[in-house]
């Protein structure tokens, strides 16, 4: 088995190393010339951000135009305040020429004192100021006023030398075309990414706003104050920020520049981290050189989409076999298209997981950042980890050989088949129901056995008294008990019925009150009792009135997935979660281990987990030998799946040392890991509902400080979307397979499970914090309630709907087709309200009981997975490998 494991994943590991390269991949661009005309040149470091007050020292912006002294010809400068006023005279120190600017927003008194600075110095600088400008982009921000801005103009113009001129956006200046008379020069920005152009349609752009302001001021100079593309941030429509964009972009129009002689400024010299707030982020990637000074990519080589591709792809291909030791480690009986599955996710997770931490880490850290890091992190972790435990759980339903705990059943003569005792535990169910109950029991072909029916705690005698006196008909076999008050629940009366046993009777069976039994179902499965090892022998939980209507139709197509499809695979490493009805266990097992749980409200799981503890061993057999009711509307379909899911963290509470190997007991890896993987997605739904919350809070934030909240990072979407179509595709391919459901089967068991995804949420998060919550009984036969009730039963899950829906509405609407990131993230929050609709979907369907169940289409008999399941063979259980 080693070498097939080795050539699938020496294969996918080839197949990862060419994705990477593909992503990696180069072009060759225009080499960059020797020395350029000019670069925007703002010589800020990690510590300085002018908006504060803290600006670079001289000896620091010295270093930096040195850097560039033999790169470029002239440097254009933003603002004369602080140390910038060193600006001029540093550059003509080493040659460089100054495009002197002065900051004007919408403070006058600060304007004045920076356009006095503007003066002096270009005076006193003469020979190196080649031009001035009164400004950056104020009028585009409405900081100042079309007659402002001409009244700095011409103060200016009148007191020094250089040619004067503002600084604004190409179509400001088509906007404004009387602003030409008061200017020596037109300053214009043209920004591609800004307007949302790809960047292999950048530098046609460019140089078409540039003719178009050639055509519009013929006599007028046209000078380019600022043209760059960033390196990282958000896309904006077409125009995708990286590295690799950047110096194509960049090294394509250096080589246009210079063949039609354009007077420019790259925009920019250095990154500015301090702008993180600002241009939703973008703003600090549009340096050539990073904070550190060192150039982010090369001038003469190849341009490389992803440079350190090789790395990634190592470490990609190391995480992918990690991954794969452990979905590996037990895939003897898988086929090799199981394993080329397992493969391809464990390389393709690894794979993503290592690129969103590559993309993650281009920018630069701060204490937000690192903080987000975290949490993306630890989210990535979870989300790798469910998404493993259902990969292995798909594999292992589709692909795997034979079945290795296959029970063959054995027939025993009369003689040799131990007494059964039958436990059937009820409070306040409906009595003619119940008589239904016991006359199929009656009818068991069986010779040694007797029912025990306790009755808990129900007040009205109307209710239990029939009850007692059918029993009392039904004969010796059939006895009644009536307890009020019980405490425990229902695990009370179970321990007060093992009591209560017939001392001779060697297993315990217990049916739920509304179980009608066939006829076969002991004689069928006590003889796997025979091997001392098992302890437990379970058949499915089954219904029979699911052709009453739509909702119970498909209430049943979503059992009869965990009955058939996880309940299978668990067997495989005994592991079964045993369930309260249709289960037998052995009596002594029984009694050793103290009885079921009365602290938890979930005792049947509970049991099965303690019994697997002390060693002994389960026995699934996934063929209906009875059939209940289900829950009659949402309602209570909600409150049975909340005891099920708040149960399930009591019990990972109370056996955590024993499940995670802490404190000492029996259990196999194989089974710890059912038992923690089998409740991942219960807890995933949990950390879902914070995630909602923080998605909705997160939205109106974007909506009313735009400024302050973008659309969160798109690797925070992945993590969602690709957990949830992976679901998505395992349920309905598994479906088909193994519960053979019609593709509406399908949907309609997907539909009734997205439906719960909220109430497993709230038993999550209550089960952590709390541990006291009643048994919450299924009611049995209940009336059916109306559309208005059936809406307040789904109440909170239409708010979460409405509220992700509006969110993304608004989120889409305001943002547009300008942000991909708030589209992906509209996306995000209408797949997140996907499960809040369909609870509100499958709350309306139960309020209409006389919507035929035919829409879903008739489930019919559970089809036997294990082969030859009703041959007659005379060997025991075989058991193969059940510890792994």
Known sequence: MLRPNLVITLVIALLTLMIWNLLGGSSSEPPWPKRIQGFSFSPVRAWHDPSLGRYPSEA??????????????????YSVSGSYQAIPGLAEKHGLNVALGAWIDGDPATNSEEIETLISLSR??????????????????????LQQAIKNLTLVKQRVWAPVSLAEPWHIWLEHPQ?????????????????????????????????????????????????????????????????????????????????????????????????????????????????????????????????????????????????????????????????????????????????MFYDYTRQYMTLNTVLVGIVLFIGMLGVLVVLFAEAHEWAESLWLRQWRRQPKRKLLKDDDLPMVSIHVPAYNEPPDMMIETLDALAKLDYPNYEVLVIDNNTKDPQVWKPVEAHCEKLGQRFRFFHRSPLAGFKAGALNLTLKKSHPNAQVI?????????????????????????????????????????????????????????????????????????????????????????????????????????QGHEAVYIPKSYGRGLMPDTFLDFKKQRFRWAYGAVQILKHHLGMLFATRTSQLTPGQRYHFIAGWLPWFADGFNLFFNIAAITWSACMLIWPVDFTAPLPLFAVLPMSLFVFKILKMFFLYRR???????????????????????????????????????????????????????????????????????????????????????????????????????????????????????GPMGVMPDTLEDQATEIESGLLLQNPDK
């Not at 620091?60 to 400068?77: G, N, P, Q, W």
């Not at 470490?315 to 991954?323: E, H, K, M």
């Open 124 to 145: 006193q600088h003469h020979k190196n100021v080649v031009r001035v400008m009164v400004g950056n982009e104020a009028l585009y921000r409405g900081d100042i006023t």
């Open 509 to 613: 069976a217990v049916i739920d009150s509304d179980y009608q039994v066939e006829a076969s179902w002991l004689r069928d499965l006590v003889p796997l009792f025979q091997r001392q090892e098992t302890a437990i022998v379970q058949s499915p939980q089954d219904y029979r009135d699911g052709g009453e209507s739509c909702f119970k139709a498909m209430c049943l197509a979503e059992y009869r997935g965990f009955f058939h499809i996880g309940m299978v695979t668990r067997n495989e490493r005994n592991a079964i979660i045993q369930h309260g009805t249709m289960t037998m266990v052995r009596r002594s097992v029984l009694e050793e281990i103290g009885g079921w749980g009365e602290w938890c409200i979930t005792e049947d799981a509970d049991l099965g987990l303690r019994v697997f503890e």
């Open 738 to 856: 193994r519960v053979e459901a019609t593709v509406r089967q399908s949907i309609a068991a997907a539909l009734a499970g997205l439906a719960l995804s909220h109430t497993i949420a709230l038993a999550i998060v209550q089960g952590i914090w709390t541990s006291g919550l009643p048994f919450f009984r299924t009611p049995k036969q209940a009336n059916n309630s109306g559309l208005l009730k059936a809406l307040q039963d789904a109440r909170e899950e239409a708010l979460f709907f409405l509220a992700l829906l509006l969110a993304a509405t608004a989120v889409n609407w305001q943002y547009g087709a300008d942000s991909p990131d708030a589209q992906i993230w509209s996306i995000v929050l209408l797949l997140q309200a996907i499960p809040y609709g369909a609870a509100i979907v499958v709350s309306m369907i139960s309020a209409f009981p006389g919507l035929s169940a035919r829409i879903v």
């Open 179 to 355: 602003l030409a008379e008061h200017v020596d020069y037109i300053a214009a920005h043209i920004l591609p990414y800004w307007e949302g152009q790809s960047v292999d349609a950048a530098v046609d752009f460019t140089v078409s706003a540039f003719e178009k302001l050639q055509q519009t001021f013929p006599d007028k100079p046209i000078v380019i104050a600022e043209v760059g593309w960033p390196s990282n941030g958000r896309p904006r429509r077409e125009a995708t920020p990286s590295q690799a964009n950047q110096a194509s972009f960049l090294r394509r129009f250096l080589q246009v520049a210079e063949e039609r002689g354009f007077i420019y400024y790259v925009m920019e010299a250095f990154d500015q981290p301090w702008k993180e707030r600002q241009e939703s982020g973008v703003g600090t990637y549009w340096g050539v050189y990073d904070i550190d000074r060192n150039a982010k990519f090369t001038f003469s080589e190849p341009v490389v989409d992803v440079p350190h591709w090789r790395e990634l792809a190592a470490i990609s291909i190391l995480f992918g076999v990690i991954a794969l030791l452990f979905l590996f480690r037990d895939s003897e009986g898988l086929r090799s298209s199981g394993r080329g599955f397992l493969a391809l996710v464990a390389y393709g997770a690894a794979t993503g997981a290592v690129w």
């Open 60 to 77: 620091e912006i010295e270093a930096d135009l040195l850097l560039l002294s033999d790169k470029t010809y002239a440097v254009r400068s």
